[in-house]
């Protein structure tokens, strides 16, 4: 499916939420989709790379989960009418207004470089404006507008029902079990995120 910067585009969730906006994205903003997978390690199947799932350590299965999750995502939030990245930019900015460009990208796990092009789409469409700081006219600050947010209201809900029962798979008792592997594993890779960043 063809995806441009203003069309045809996936959500991101509130970040209070637990949900998550596409960490397996290229500089582009789409995802690593698994039909195209073999060469980015994901496959359909109970396979991968030829080796049995069930035998895969729990580093690969985690990193695979990761990739099905974030491509699901996209499915289910296309005809939003903005990409997944540049809905990740207006949580960032519904979070904290004001931000710098650098800013954003830390917070919305795209680069630089894409914020920028991502807030030229955004800003032609209404969504955000830039100002600058005047105090230091070389610094642009982007804000959030009220379409902006009614544009990230809407893209949650046109996801909400189908994000919500993809987990409906899971078994009650083992909840409180994946639960605490799951904020385990977001403080781990805080952790390590934070250290690369140092």
């Given at each position: 499916m063809n995806k441009t910067a203003s069309?045809?585009?996936a959500a991101v969730p509130d970040r209070n939420s637990g949900g998550g906006s596409?960490?397996?994205?290229m500089d582009t903003g789409h995802p690593v989709r698994p039909n195209t997978a073999r060469?980015?390690?994901v496959r359909w199947g109970d396979q991968w790379d030829d080796e049995p799932i069930g035998q895969l350590?729990?580093?690969r299965l985690a990193s695979l989960a990761a990739r099905l999750i974030t491509t699901y995502w996209w499915y289910t939030a296309e005809g939003t009418g903005v990409t997944a990245a540049g809905l990740g930019v207006l949580a960032a900015l519904e979070e904290e207004d004001g931000l710098r460009s650098g800013e954003v990208a830390a917070r919305s796990w795209v680069t630089p470089p894409m914020v920028s092009y991502?807030?030229?789409v955004l800003e032609r469409n209404g969504y955000l404006r830039r100002r600058r700081d005047p105090r230091d006219r070389r610094v642009v600050h982007l804000h959030l507008t009220s379409k902006g947010?009614?544009?990230l209201q809407e893209a949650r809900e046109h996801v909400a029902a189908r994000w919500h029962t993809a987990f409906d798979y899971l078994d009650p008792e083992d909840e409180q079990v994946i639960r605490r592997f799951l904020l385990?594993?977001?403080g781990r890779f805080s952790d390590l995120i934070e250290r690369e960043q140092d």
């Open positions: 069309t045809d585009a596409g960490g397996h994205q060469g980015h390690g350590p729990v580093s991502l807030a030229d947010r009614e544009k385990s594993t977001v």
